[in-house]
């Protein structure tokens, strides 16, 4: 706390330069300023017969500026009035509420400042005497019931306006006639939550402020809040919710109630001194042997304050020690008068204002005063100041007079406590409260006879001084009582006092409650007076009265025997542990002795001290001496003191140390016993040191011996030095010694670095050069061998052989020489296994190939067999590609083996179909399961060449029994249209645009496979000759070269040395399709078939004559109508186009052909009939194209009507495939637009815009050999127009 006695606290009387005072003009033309331009509100006490206002009076003045909603502004109306100049009274008071409400809250009253000088108001009065209203400046307003009066109308009348405030003589009487009121708190009406409060309080000093609460300075609420109490003009009203009992709304503390809803965190809050719950009732609190809960002194109170909630001038009750905690919220600040000042300070309020003391001797106890710091020190009073923030604790001390108010918004908690060095204030307290006739809160003497009679569980500081004050009052009360008996009353009786209530026990002279004893009369029983007023009992004669008394004198004295014991225990005990530390009668005490001493001290209550905590030091030193012999001598095992082991001065040291303390250790001829030993082994590890060579054997019984001892030794490491540099040298000699097991360099490497750490002799720096030398020579073979094995130029074998030998005379084990040992083994191993493959009776497959090229990349040896396997699997890689380029489509999901081969699951719709969308996710299985072989039988050509056979009988079967499946299918939707069959390869409900595959008689939607196109051919009318045959991707599975390219491939492959299963597929197949062929040849060579061929042609001729006479004809009249229309402008300026009227495309001209088609144009005979399906469902089988199977084709086609349902769908599958062409071939055009114009064209993209054929023939130029192959990928193109 800042002391302020030297003179007057600048803080409480100068505001700071930032907040300049506002004249009456800025407040007159600044209407915010009249109701907040206020530094600060706080408690004005109503006092001097003021009353309160009444709250639902309203305002007179209409000019009077507004207040928040928790001010109550009394009005002043006058003229000219000034403010009241600062006089030594400045004191105010309060009147007290005797009514509580379920949540106290306080209201305090403050006036506002009020405008000077309203002259609209003055002249609007008259006089109430002469009622006339002229004379203005003469006419004064009363401030009780606001009439005016002239100054010289009055009896005796006024010379001039008089300073403050000033009633008439109307006012005067009536406040003469009120009884008189005692000062204090208005009760607040109005009950709140901590929330609403709080909402509340922040607003008010928001608002009277006009800044948020947390910026107003400190200072500037203190100076605004001393204004006010000083100002008799202003009033404002604040609330304060003060001495609401924790009890009843809770601590703010955590409170232990046995619930376990507690974390050990508040656990601990809820044990801890600190704790305001806790406190009053320590073992050193005297409030501890007071069984009532005291509300306010035992049991805390709460206090929920505002700004300027103030606690006036006071002192605690019984004087006692008062302790403060501020939870949360704004700061509290405290004034401060030490004890030594109190009476001081009394006499000065006395003085200041007499006649309220006069009518209220204990003022000061009604905690309703309040008198500025300033005008205290001015009287010489001390002060002292300090701000108290959230988590601060204030703590006043007995008769310490302190007051303050709060900053803003807060939460507090205060209670009482004593201590012992409070019980002579307590007694002298009672004294005080006799004089002014005031009530106590409990009994001073019933708490020292409590206390007295069970003093064992006294504190020895507490006995001490409750012995000191028992005394005194066993003095006082035999003088009180022989005053009692020289009055010549002799009738006594024993009274329990303690059980009576304390209204009953009063001295109803002085208000003291009585204990040890009281004076009572027989005729009037609701008398009773203490013994220092038994002249003002009654009036009855003496012979009536009669002693009530609790203790006799004799029971006195036994009291205070016991509380002497106590008190003087500590003096015992003391000489008792002085006399066994010293030794003073020559005796060492046990152990046990001691420990009785220290219980004593802790049974007895003895406070902390030094003799104490020597006899505590005393005994951990002997136990900490018992423990480490403990150990020391094996018998038992504890947990170690010291994190070493003893060396032989510790343990001397330690020996002297048992001998010194004042207590008897019988351990302690095993420490002498022990050290004995440990000197005659260090004579005998000298001995053994001296030796020369040592013995091996007497080392480790010299060690074995000196680690049992247990006692850090110097001769032990010597000797285990000596140990290792035998054992070392014993290592290096068995490792050289044995040439059946050579040694490893890791071992050499060990035994270096632990031949480093040994002892150095001759015989070690021998034995670390004979291993150096050998360490070096065998890195020397390990760098090169090394070298060989990581080299990029690779050694011939010889040259690793020759390596090897000469490593072998090494008599080390070196790892990279036994690798590269293995290395050359594994080469001559592939060499062998090469010449075999080479040797064999047929060539060697290019799988076995593939792995020894592998496996000899991988091996660190020049080979010169391995460049020549490597072109073989070179070349044999190439011809596959060829093979691939020429068989398989473009993303094609089939492998070439399986192109070649037979289709054997042919058969099975569902699982051909699954097995399409396996390898479509990349799910297929491997080559060897195409025909069914495992990877051993691909090696045997005969074994692929039965498997091949028998596939195509499987595929024919398998083929028979899918067509019959699908037309079962078709007969099973027409005969129940709702059944929803599945068809396509999507696997989706059939749609319109359907068509069925010639081979397996499947339905597929247009959309999802390649369909023939009609459009870019030549214009006939012979229309077996159109591409209308459609093979589902399915049935189609490759690009089905022509079998000329075939041949070429199989011409390439008979160079190659390499054998390869698709190799002998191809050649299966090749020998399948002239199989075929030569049926064919012969089948078309028939009479019947050859003369059908012939009138097939005849009649494609004379067909092809006709059409090209009609498309003359339009060419000419189509030329004709685009002259006319290009002489004669289109209206609305529309050109003509190419696809518009003025020309016909290729399908529109296909379109307009169909009704001129006829059909059949020529008869087959059953049997050629059938024999041609036959061959034609074979030919469809085979990978191959061969212009046979064209033939056949036609034939079976002008056999039968044409088909105007399947071309009619083919036309709009091909128009809807160019429309969407179409549109990309715009997006396309359009981006190369933009391309352009930012000038990003590159050649690339140059490139890309030109036609396919012609990229394709331009390919073709730079390898003549595929040119032939991709005329043969032209004639897949026509069957089935484009590829999936």
Known sequence: ADSTAGGPAPLLTHAPESWPEPTEEDIEKNPELKKLQIYGAGPKMMGLGLMAKDKNLRKKDKDCPECPPTLVVKEEPGVDLKRESTSPRCLVDIKEEAALSPQPCTKMTMRLRRAHGNSQMVDSYTCRICARGDEDDKLLLCDGCDDNYHIFCLLPPLPEIPKGIWRCPKCVMAECRRPPEAFGFEQATREYTLQSFGEMADTFKADYFNMPVHMVPTEVVEKEFWRLVNSIEEDVTVEYGADIHSKEFGSGFPVSDNSGRLSPEEEAYASSGWN????????????????????????????????????????????????????????????????????????????????????????????????????????????????????????????????????????????????????????????????????????????????????????????????????????????????????????????????????????????????????????????LVCLYHIDDLCKCPSSKHYLRYRYTLDELPAMLHKLKVRAESFDTWAAKVRTALEMEDGRKRTLEELRTLESEAQERKFPENGLLQQLRSTIGETETCISETLALIGTKKPIQIHSAKLTVNELRAFLEQMISLPCLIQQLSDVKELLEKVEAFQWQAQEALTDEPPSSLQLHELLEKGSQLGVDIPEMDQLQQLLRQAEWLNEVKEALASPEEPVTLQTMQALMEAGCSVAQSPAVEKAMAELQDLLSISQRWEEKAQMCLEARQRHPPATLEAIIKEAESIPVCLPNILVLKETLYKARAWIADVEEIQNGDHYPCLDDLEGLVAVGRDLPVRIEELRQLEVQVLTAHSWREKACKTFLKKNSCYTLLEVLSPCTYAGFESFKRSKRKQKELGLYKSDTESLGLSAQDLRDPGSVILAFKEGEQKEKEGILQLRKSNQHKVCMQAVNPEDQVEVCICGQPPTDLMLQCNLCQDWFHGSCVPCPKLGGQKQSLAWWDWSTKFLCSLCMRSRRPRLETILSLLVALQKLPVRLPEGEALQCLTERAITWQDRARQVLATQEVATLLDKLNELRQRLQSDMTKEMVALKESTWNEQQQKMQVPLENGDKVTENGNGAHSDLDMISSCFPRLCGPVLELSKSAHLQLEELMMEGDLLEVTLDEEQKIWRVLQAAQPPDLDKLRKLIEIEKTERQAMKGKSRDAEKRRKRRCARGQSSPQFKEELEPKRTRAELERREDPEEEEMGQDVAIEHNQNGREL
Not at 308 to 326: G, Q, T
Not at 371 to 392: F, K, S
Not at 463 to 482: G, N, T, Y
Request: charged share 20%.
């Open 276 to 527: 305001l719950n806790v406190m009053p009732v320590l073992e050193q609190s005297v409030l501890c042997h007071i069984n009532a809960d005291i509300s306010g002194m035992k049991v805390p109170w709460l206090y929920v304050g505002m700004v300027f909630s103030a606690f006036c001038w006071h002192i605690e009750d019984h004087w006692s020690y008062s302790i403060n905690y501020l939870h949360w919220g704004e700061p509290k600040t405290w004034y401060g008068v030490p004890s030594s000042a109190a009476e001081h300070l009394e006499e000065v309020m006395k003085k200041l204002t007499p006649e309220l003391f006069e009518s209220q001797p204990d003022l000061l106890h009604q905690l309703v005063t309040l008198m500025n710091p300033n005008t205290l020190m001015a009287h010489g009073v001390p002060v002292v100041r300090t701000n108290q923030c959230a988590g601060e604790f204030v703590i006043t001390f007995p008769r310490a007079y302190h007051s303050g108010f709060n900053q803003g918004y807060n939460f507090a908690e205060a209670v009482n406590f004593c201590t012992a060095d409070w019980l002579t204030a307590g007694r002298q307290c009672i004294e005080h409260y006799r004089r002014l006739r005031r009530y106590c809160v409990f009994s001073h003497e019933e708490l020292i006879c409590k206390m007295a009679a069970c003093p064992e569980r006294l504190d020895l500081n507490l006995a001490a001084a409750v012995h000191k004050e028992m005394f005194i009052i066993v003095q006082e009360e035999r003088r009180l009582r022989k005053a009692l008996m020289d009055k010549g009353i002799t009738e006594a009786e024993r009274e329990a006092f303690e059980l009576l209530p304390d209204d009953e026990r009063q001295c109803d002279k002085c208000k003291t409650t009585c204990f040890l004893s009281a004076l009572a009369c027989y005729n009037c029983a609701e008398c």
